[in-house]
């Protein structure tokens, strides 16, 4: 458990990262404040309707199996991101597209990784991990932003891609941590 919540926390960051990188990429590439609101949109719409099945996912399959394979979508994710924004041949659809991608994938992996978590911990523990577990997800609220607005403004003008392409990078050099904690990981039988 302290491997996958110490994991968790790198993984967190860098997706708080992406989120303010596609926030400011769609802004740079538009100026548009209703382009941007979309962001947001493209991002609730694969949750809402993917969150239900995300549960069900979760109770009838091997949660360590559903959240190797949301990490490594997310993952994907974040390599795309960096690669199109590296070679400059981003686009609006795109980044509405993987950013749509990795929230569906955050649909699944939400549910499994709640459900895994009293497997891990004895039941005495349980209510210190799931406290420690929402403050992991805080603390990542906080530090990603900031640690991605950091970057953003250490790369101003032109070179702000290289900022965003950095910081998808991170994003998605921060899953192998929670991939490779899952690999390694001994879940106990039900």
Do not use: C, K
């Not at 790369?155 to 900022?163: D, L, N, V, Y």
């Not at 392409?165 to 991170?170: D, E, T």
């Amino acid at each position: 458990y302290r491997r996958l919540i110490a994991a968790q926390l790198l993984s967190l960051t860098g997706s708080q990262m992406q989120v303010v990188a596609i926030n400011w990429h769609v802004y740079v590439l538009t100026r548009s404040p209703l382009a941007l609101g979309f962001v947001g949109l493209t991002r609730v719409v694969p949750i809402v309707i993917f969150s239900l099945w995300g549960g069900v996912v979760a109770d009838r399959f091997d949660r360590r199996r559903v959240m190797l394979m949301t990490q490594m979508a997310m993952t994907a994710v974040a390599l795309a991101l960096w690669g199109v924004t590296a070679l400059g041949r981003e686009q609006l659809w795109m980044l509405y597209a993987l950013n749509a991608l990795s929230a569906s994938a955050v649909a699944f992996d939400g549910p499994s990784r709640q459900a895994l978590i009293p497997r891990l911990v004895p039941t005495e523990d349980l209510p210190g991990a799931l406290s420690l577990n929402l403050s992991v997800f805080q603390a990542s609220l906080i530090g990603g932003p900031a640690l991605g607005g950091l970057i953003i403004a250490h790369h101003p003008g032109s070179s702000q891609t290289a900022g965003l392409s950095l910081i998808y990078l991170i994003n998605a050099i921060s899953f192998l941590a929670v991939i490779w904690t899952l690999l390694v990981m001994d879940v106990p039988p039900l």
